[in-house]
């Protein structure tokens, strides 16, 4: 199901949408308080979805927003997509490390390295994964980014997927790739390090053809708010390429991560505190694949 209630208009238009077993609540509010400028928004529970009862949060982190929800245990969060955050001062870091890596992993080792002051790379105990950077040399506007590696089938598929993506979406384009080298660790011209803007948001991406056990999965996905049943037949059709993930607003494109196609107009309708209305959008679109504006305010009007 799609994180359609909202508490206002989406200041984004791509928000990243976080999955858990039950602990929406319990990791966003850890995650506000490691950031300033940073406050759980809204909690809404909705029922009689296929999950059960679902609690379905949104919070501001670092100014930045972000959405989860508790939906049962079929999705994992794993390092395939991560979240970069780039740091000013050492205090800074310290302390957002020490506060995630309690009952988390590391999965690279917080210390110096040859491209940052400090680094770290880890798996919180909720399983998102951080990496989070110290360096003179790496100041963005933007102080959380979204970090995807594409690995296993995908491996070798940055650049490719970077171009597709920046001609789907206005307001975008690709602003670095820096391929790997001979004897860098991995493939000659994968891409070590890329970093684009999607909608006028950052993100960043990387090839790794290492053996690993995870790859993009539901768990992280990315909600792109819609204001017209244009824009959402838009968005769906250039991206859907698995037809057996539509659901519920959600698709998979070609490389396999995630996406929910979200009406801006279900904000109010689940958000309005009448729970009438709300049990009957939930009931319309979990009969959709992809949304459909009129259908939906046609069951939140319904007398």
């Known amino acids: 199901m799609s994180l359609y209630a909202r508490s206002g208009i989406a200041r984004q238009k791509i928000t990243p949408h976080l999955w858990f077993d039950t602990e929406a609540k319990e990791a966003t509010a850890l995650y506000a308080s490691l950031f300033p ?70 999965l690279m080792p917080y210390q110096t390295y040859p491209w940052a002051q400090k680094y770290g790379w880890l798996q919180d105990k909720y399983g998102l994964s951080w990496q989070l950077s110290l360096s003179e040399h790496h100041q963005l506007e933007q102080k959380i ?59 960043m991406a990387m090839d790794s053809s290492r053996s690993h056990d995870f790859g993009f999965n539901e768990a992280l996905s990315l909600v792109v708010h819609c204001d017209t049943q244009e824009e959402i037949d838009h968005y769906w059709e250039n991206l859907s390429a698995v037809p057996e993930s539509e659901q519920c607003g959600w698709l998979k494109d070609q490389y396999g991560v995630s996406w929910q ?43």
Request: aromatic share 10%; with cysteine; net charge negative.
């Open 37 to 106: 400028n940073s406050a759980v928004t809204n909690v809404t529970t909705i029922t009689g979805t296929p999950s059960g009862d679902c609690d379905i949060v949104n919070v501001t982190l670092a100014g930045q927003d972000f959405m989860a929800i508790s939906a049962g245990p079929y999705f994992k969060l794993n390092p395939s997509i991560s979240l970069f955050v780039v740091f000013e001062h050492e205090k800074d870091i310290e302390g957002v490390w020490n506060g995630l890596i309690n009952g988390g992993k590391a």
């Open 145 to 203: 980014t979204p970090l995807l590696m594409f690995t296993g089938g995908v491996a070798g598929k940055t650049k490719e997927a970077i171009e597709a993506y920046v001609g789907i979406f206005p307001n975008s384009k690709a602003e670095m790739l820096v391929p790997y080298g001979k004897d860098e660790g991995d493939t000659e011209g994968f891409i070590k390090h890329a970093r684009f803007t999607l909608a006028g948001q950052g993100f």
């Open 261 to 303: 196609i979200v009406p801006t107009a279900m904000n109010a309708m689940m958000t309005s505190g009448d729970k009438e209305k709300t049990a009957r959008v939930t009931q319309a679109f979990l009969k959709m694949k992809k949304f459909d504006i009129a259908k939906l305010k046609e069951a939140y009007d319904e007398k």
